[in-house]
Nanobody, 123 residues
Framework: QLQLVESGGGLVQPGGSVRLSCAAS????????IGWFRQAPGKEREGVSC????????NYADSVKGRFTISRDNAKNTVYLRMNSLKPEDTAVYYC????????????????WGKGTLVTVSS
């Protein structure tokens, strides 16, 4: 079964850090662009960051630039999202998604989605 599984979410204090992981099972991530998306309570899902299959190209939403870093380890079949200087407005369910070959950073067109992991930023 082809699936993506996110992990690493939880409760973190404002200003804190957390690293999310997106692991694939049933297929290799090596040829996929991976995107991170998030959905805050009462809001629509939005794009956060994405990384090309090679890792050479990345993209970030303005709201997270300079605070979040996306990376990948194809040997471990995993993509990471390091989130620093977290703010309460970063509270959301974070999803990873994969699209084959093309460098795409939009919800439409993603081939696979994980079920999400909740990050709560609160004191």
């Amino acid at each position: 079964q082809l699936q993506l599984v996110e992990s690493g979410g939880g409760l973190v204090q404002p200003g804190g850090s957390v690293r999310l992981s997106c692991a694939a099972s049933g297929f290799t991530l090596e040829y996929y662009t991976i995107g991170w998306f998030r959905q805050a309570p009462g809001k629509e899902r939005e794009g956060v960051s994405c990384i090309s299959s090679s890792g050479r190209n990345t993209n970030y939403a303005d709201s997270v630039k300079g605070r979040f870093t996306i990376s990948r380890d194809n040997a471990k079949n995993t993509v990471y999202l390091r989130m620093n200087s977290l703010k309460p407005e970063d509270t959301a369910v974070y999803y990873c998604a994969a699209v084959y070959l093309q460098f795409l950073c939009a919800e439409v067109g993603m081939d696979y989605w994980g079920k999400g992991t909740l990050v709560t930023v609160s004191s």
